[in-house]
């Protein structure tokens, strides 16, 4: 019964590969986002998604596509990983927009060699 | 653009001491005000919310207060326990899709 769930945990890959994070939520939120935490265990927002609507994308290349096929849904492509791709990336979810309680995920560790 | 700080980045007590984490911004108009808690390798745990029109909320042993005209926020914790150990995260709801998040302190409560 995870509220928002990620998959996969561990993500270990080489300079260059193309690769995808899944999320899932089953609190029924309208709202879900990405976001990097760096070495540092700074946390920054990378995208914001309503209704399966792209809302805000902050300055992210390009090499990543977030996709919605649903409201419970929002994954994250990442193409030509490059070395300071390496982060932990948490998807979370919330009712309103940021007006409610953000829920997150247990993150997804990516590490780039 | 809004900016949010927490101090101290780091912080240890002994175990029973009630203690006070700040976290400023620098943008006072935010929707609201976010507490978090991070476990080592583990998500974010939401503490309390406060609203833009509220003052404070309590939870347990925890009591948040927001003073949007200072562009502050504390959160303090009532007679700390060794399980209260970890990283404290404030959130601000900056826009109506965005949270710009702080630099977090990290809690150590010895026994």
């Known amino acids: 019964d995870t509220a928002v769930s990620q998959t996969p945990k561990y993500l270990v890959t080489q300079m260059g590969n193309d690769k995808s994070i899944k999320c899932e939520q089953n609190?029924?939120?309208?709202?879900m986002y990405w976001y990097k935490q760096d070495s540092k265990k700074f946390l920054k927002i990378m995208f914001s998604y309503n209704n399966k609507e792209l809302i805000i994308n902050e300055t992210v290349p390009n090499r990543f596509s977030p996709k919605s096929p649903d409201k419970a849904h929002l994954n994250l492509h990442i193409n030509s990983l490059e070395l300071g791709d390496s982060a932990v990336y948490f998807c979370a979810s919330s009712q309103v927009a940021a007006q409610e309680t953000q829920y997150f995920g247990p993150g997804t560790r990516l590490l780039v060699l | 653009k809004q900016e949010v700080t927490q101090i101290p980045a780091a912080l240890s007590v002994p175990e029973g001491e009630n203690l006070v984490l700040n976290c400023s911004f620098t943008d006072s108009a935010i929707y609201n005000l976010q507490w978090f808690r991070q476990d080592p390798g583990k998500g974010l745990t939401s503490l309390l919310l406060?609203?833009?029109?509220?003052r404070e909320q309590t939870s347990g042993r925890l009591n948040a207060s927001l003073d949007k005209s200072s562009g502050r926020s504390t959160l303090y914790i009532a007679a700390s326990q060794p399980g209260d150990s970890a990283t404290y995260l404030c959130a601000v709801g900056s826009g109506t899709y965005k949270y710009i998040f702080g630099t977090g302190t990290r809690l150590k409560v010895l026994a």
């Open positions: 406060i609203q833009s029109s509220q």
């Open positions: 609190l029924g939120h309208d709202t």
